[in-house]
Structure formats: structure tokens, C-alpha cells
């Protein structure tokens, strides 16, 4: 979180230069529409930025939240240069994520529900400030399988210490047990996954 530009080279390399491809499909599947409200946990440098405006447009909202200051002021930055003025940012853990305003139509987290420390809170809490229907994509990496396997203990060692990656997670299952039916998008020989999932209509607000 101290290193944004450092965090911005590594993205080619986790994705294993698929990055765009990834992050457009995570993007993508909330199924958005010109005006439509926001939310992205662990927004980070806001590398998903352009791809969610390119969607809403200046009618719609973006709420930017992230446990680092300094990821956030970078997307700041990020926002000011390309003159994106319908963002709010928000810091805070997201285990106790509260936003004003009115719920939102989508929730994105891209490689961040690993990381938070307690994520099935945080999933909590983003379907909490979902309208009904309301779609949420979580977007994260797995454990290579097979053969390949054999680098697992290095990823691990590396991801973990630098950015707090807990593959141990069934992040599908977590959020299969709050929202009910998911759909899934594999990327990477399964390493990278797009998790899709609404809330159901019936559940109103919360």
C-alpha cells in the first residue's frame, strides 16, 4: 500500500499479461448501465477506473474504497488528470465499510477479497449496501493445480508476504453461502477467477 507505482508494475506480471483481459471481463459481468452507482473494494491505484466510466458515464457514481491512504491518493490522482469529477473515495476497513449515499447497483473487488482480514465481514457489508438485484463480482486468484503445483510454495511465500494473499480461501463458497447462485469465469488455467453473484430481490435493504 506504501508503493503504488510499485504495485501498478507487478499487475502484468500477476495476471501473467492478461491484466486488461481480466479486469475488462470482472468490469463487465456487473452488468452495468450509463448512470449507474458504483462501489469498488480495494480500489487501489484505480486501475478499473477508466473501464467502470467508460460504462456509467458522468450521470453515474463511483465509490472508491480502500484500506490504504496511499492507494487512494494515487487514484486520486489518477481521477483529477483524467477529469473523472463523479468519484468519492473512502478509507476504511472493510469489514466495517459504510458509504453514504444511495445503495449501489454493483460491487467490484479485484484481487482484494484475499487480502482483507475478515473478508466474509466485508462481504457482509457490500451485500448490506447493495439494492435488491444489485450485482457483485469478485475477481481473485487461486493456487496453481496439477503439475504446476510444484511453484505453489513460492507463490505463496511471495504473495503472502507482499500482498497479504490468503489462497486458502474458498472465496466462491463464501459467497455462495450469502448470495445463493454464482457464476464463475475461469482465467490463467484456473489460477484467476471472475465470481458473479445478485442479491436476491426478496432480501430488500439492509
Excluded at 504473495?159 to 486458502?168: G, I, L, T, V
Amino acid at each position: 500500500g506504501r508503493h503504488p507505482l510499485l504495485y501498478a508494475a507487478q499487475d502484468w506480471i500477476t495476471f501473467v499479461g492478461r491484466h486488461r483481459t481480466v479486469r475488462r471481463r470482472a468490469v463487465e459481468a456487473l452488468g452495468l448501465v450509463p448512470g449507474g452507482r458504483v462501489l469498488e473494494v480495494a480500489c487501489g491505484t484505480g486501475r478499473n477506473f477508466e473501464l467502470i466510466e467508460k460504462v456509467i458515464g458522468p450521470p453515474g457514481s463511483l465509490v472508491a474504497f480502500d484500506y490504504s491512504r496511499e492507494m487512494l491518493e494515487a487514484a486520486r490522482g489518477l481521477a483529477v488528470r483524467r477529469g473523472w469529477h463523479n468519484i468519492e473515495f473512502a478509507q476504511g476497513d472493510a469489514a466495517a465499510l459504510e458509504i453514504g449515499g444511495a445503495a449501489v447497483d454493483g460491487v467490484l473487488c479485484v484481487l482484494g477479497m484475499s487480502a482483507i482480514p475478515d473478508h466474509c465481514r466485508a462481504l457482509e457489508r457490500c451485500r448490506a449496501v447493495l439494492r435488491p438485484e444489485g450485482v457483485i463480482v469478485i475477481c481473485d486468484a487461486r493456487p496453481l493445480s496439477g503439475s504446476l503445483g510444484l511453484v505453489n510454495p513460492l507463490l505463496r511465500g511471495i504473495y503472502s508476504r507482499w500482498a497479504a494473499w490468503h489462497p486458502e480461501r474458498d472465496l466462491v463458497g463464501d459467497l455462495r453461502r450469502l448470495f445463493g447462485g454464482v457464476v464463475v469465469e475461469e482465467f490463467n488455467l484456473g489460477t484467476f477467477f471472475v465470481a458473479r453473484a445478485a442479491r436476491l430481490p426478496a432480501e430488500g435493504a439492509v
